[in-house]
């Protein structure tokens, strides 16, 4: 795609170092307990031995991006709350008051908070402005964004994913915050899966049934009024997608072209990473799934991206709050594989431990 | 029960805070997030405001407790491994090289490496001598422990937990070491549980089928030949049940007795649950599942103690494992019930926030 080439980014992800993935499935065979008992969380660390071309891997730096916006869509009743929340809790994640802020601060991750296209705009130092205007257009009546606004959101999170690797990061969790936009994230997914919007379509931050119903129908319209093309993922971010989830993409896409693992979140994260998936092969070995929303789309989400959930804690709050928990948990595999004896070095009859 | 008497312990546990929680609830339900979002996080966190009556409750210190022991029913051939690799991995706990070593370190949570019975002493200074014998008797040829036994492992267990409550412990982890125990958490659960033993027979730490139905038949002759008493869980645990999960047990009812919160490992921990339940009501309502093993008996267990698992992670290690990899996660809860900002306190619209 012209954007791709334009930021010199490839439709291939680097190749994987097998070799160091065989070392890390080497490295957990010789740890003390029985094969495969710490379940998926070997899985995690083989993949970041994969990813990083280190065995055992390391996380040093990890940090979270989390991109907000509004979206034109709510003037048609989609959202049980306020556009002006997004807003505010903008301020919230800089204040250090919301859910990811108290998080970030546990895992001791850096977190940069980016306005994509708030309507209102959050003033806050820590905001990083990268908006591509104020809220999105109301995908009912023609595109929801500009080829220019779309190009703006892209760069800007392949800049910010290329400023990340430069300083030394060495995972990236991803969160969002924009009322309204589970209703963009169904609308996408709906094209690029194929399946009717009812499918895609969940309460978001807490519709009743008769809301939800309502959504998917203003979903059904939008599509027909935009007509996206289900082979071009920038089509359907443009005409049906949000600023904050466009934005999203450019970061996967820099960090994934850059060699850097990436922490999805529930539903809009996910959707935002099939979009980018679509336009890189390979793409989905360097993402790792935070959790299982409750938000009932992100299930054909994950099973489209072949992603296993890390955890499945009924949360569906956004934010990146699933992914951020998650690290801790990609954390304990790379130091499980890093710190563990070896039978010999521990002196234990191959193979031991263990539920026995 | 008589013992119960004698340790002073009563067989109600102390009422839970409902105060507390109700104060929790409403804490939540003015956090900067939609209502709900936090799923199962918001639940813990109420659940240790009712267990210590602190609204926000607090965890300063956490401790693991991982008790080993060895099994004379590994004569009948029910482990793939041989049993001296209990004292090796107990050695290796001490040492710092195994899984629960690392995850204590990473929890910065005292760890407690008790030695209830294993058949060679593991001689390491950090190792608290609690020997009820060298491993059990075989339960195929009569009960596996005496009276005797069983009081020395339970009171150790009892002991144990009142000491961390003395030092300021605010909750404990359980982990088990011995090979052989699933057979005897198997046995201890069919018998609670009223099920045949092949219903809550597994691969341990790794049998194939027929193993596996070996090792259920095993355990259908152990119960002909001892006849426990399923309206006795002392009964239960002395006949065929191990020193480990005894003592166990023991932590369970003084920590309980002392409203301290517990996190119960995988299968073998939660069969010590069960046998604990049934000498105290209302005991469960201060346990925490870490998290569902892939040891196929323990969703019965589970059930059984009416307990949501925080992690599923295909983890079949025992050690701990899964009980310190969630505590994080009660930790995570914990730290967002205290600091996140209320919707008045950071200006937002009630309520914000969320997939919206």
């Given at each position: 795609?012209?954007?791709m ?32 008992s ?31 916006a ?24 800089a ?52 080829r220019?606004?779309l190009?703006?959101v ?69 599509l ?49 990473a ?44 956004g ?30 009859s ?7």
């Amino acid at each position: 795609m012209r954007w791709m080439q334009e930021k010199g980014l490839s439709c291939r992800t680097p190749s994987p170092y097998d070799e160091e993935a065989g070392r890390a499935r080497h490295r957990w065979a010789n740890r003390t307990k029985p094969p495969g008992s710490l379940g998926i969380l070997e899985d995690a660390a083989v993949q970041l031995a994969a990813i990083s071309g280190r065995c055992p891997p390391e996380i040093r730096r990890p940090a979270v991006v989390v991109a907000g916006a509004d979206h034109g869509v709510v003037a048609e009743g989609v959202s049980a709350f306020p556009a002006d929340v997004t807003r505010q809790m903008m301020l919230n994640f800089a204040a250090g008051g919301a859910a990811i802020s108290v998080l970030a601060r546990r895992r001791q991750a850096d977190i940069r908070i980016v306005d994509a296209g708030v309507t209102r705009p959050p003033d806050h130092p820590d905001i990083i402005d990268c908006r591509a205007g104020a809220g999105t257009a109301n995908m009912t009546r023609g595109a929801a964004m500009t080829r220019e606004q779309l190009a703006h959101v892209l760069d800007g999170g392949a800049e910010l994913a290329g400023a990340l690797v430069r300083e030394g990061t060495d995972i990236i969790a991803l969160g969002e915050m924009g009322i309204g936009n589970t209703t963009a994230a169904s609308a996408v997914s709906a094209v690029l899966s194929g399946r009717p919007p009812l499918q895609l379509t969940g309460p978001g931050a807490g519709l009743d049934d008769a809301g939800v119903k309502h959504k998917a129908e203003v979903i059904s319209r939008a599509l027909a009024v935009n007509r996206p093309d289900a082979g071009d993922p920038l089509d359907v971010l443009r005409k049906v997608g949000g600023f904050e989830i466009a934005f999203l993409t450019g970061v996967i896409l820099a960090a994934v072209h850059n060699r850097l693992p990436v922490v999805i979140d529930g539903f809009i994260c996910s959707s935002a990473a099939l979009c980018a998936s679509r336009m890189m092969s390979g793409l989905t070995s360097y993402l790792l799934a935070g959790h299982r929303s409750a938000e009932p789309g992100h299930d054909v989400l994950l099973d489209m991206l072949d992603l296993q959930p890390l955890l499945d804690l009924q949360m569906r709050l956004g934010e990146g709050t699933g992914a951020a928990v998650s690290l801790t948990l990609i954390e304990d595999a790379v130091a499980l594989l890093a710190g563990m004896a070896s039978f010999s070095g521990a002196g234990v009859s191959e193979s031991g431990g263990g539920e026995s």
